[in-house]
């Protein structure tokens, strides 16, 4: 099975309409944070106007970092883009990819109920984000990186079709 087959590369991530939601909550909760600033007479108009560009500003960083969140699949690996880190998986460097139980599930109602994880060298594993239950069927995606990484394994000079 080659590599276009399987759909490389391929990419996880919350769904756009997710984002709209979450960007609306943000909003609204930076209105809460802006009241008070602007409500305060004390505060001269310069003041208000920098923190409220200040917290704007806040508020478009931490959108458009939840938009740029991803699990990648290439060729060479895994990219993992979360909100804050971003880390680059080498087939070679991956034991193992398995699905576990969300320990934290019972908590909202939004939670997946399985998470999906990198194990690497030396027991250490890697959240692979927006591979779980609530955003793909969790099994077959756990089986498809499956199989790429034991493609990987047999043939680990083989980094796939060059161009």
Do not use: S
């Given at each position: 099975m080659s590599t276009e087959s399987l759909g490389l590369p391929h990419e996880y991530r919350v769904a756009s309409t997710r984002i709209g939601g979450f960007a609306f909550t943000i909003l609204l909760l930076s209105g809460g944070a802006l009241l008070p600033l602007w409500a305060d007479k004390e505060f001269s108009s310069g003041t208000k106007g920098a923190g409220t560009l200040v917290i704007l500003g806040l508020c478009l960083l931490l959108v458009l970092s939840a938009a740029q969140a991803a699990t990648v699949v290439t060729a060479e690996g895994i990219k993992v883009r979360g909100m804050v880190r971003r880390r680059r998986l080498a087939w070679a460097d991956i034991e193992a990819i398995r699905k576990q139980p969300n320990?934290?599930?019972?908590?909202?109602?939004?939670?997946?109920?399985?998470?999906?994880?990198?194990?690497?060298?030396?027991?250490?594993?890697?959240?692979?984000?927006?591979?779980?239950?609530?955003?793909?069927?969790?099994?077959?995606?756990?089986?498809?990186?499956?199989?790429?990484?034991?493609?990987?394994?047999?043939?680990?000079?083989?980094?796939?079709?060059?161009?």
């Open positions: 320990p934290n599930a019972h908590l909202g109602r939004g939670a997946p109920r399985f998470l999906t994880y990198a194990h690497l060298a030396g027991g250490r594993k890697v959240l692979l984000p927006f591979v779980d239950d609530k955003h793909v069927v969790v099994d077959r995606e756990v089986a498809r990186l499956t199989e790429l990484l034991t493609r990987h394994q047999e043939q680990p000079g083989d980094a796939g079709p060059t161009a």
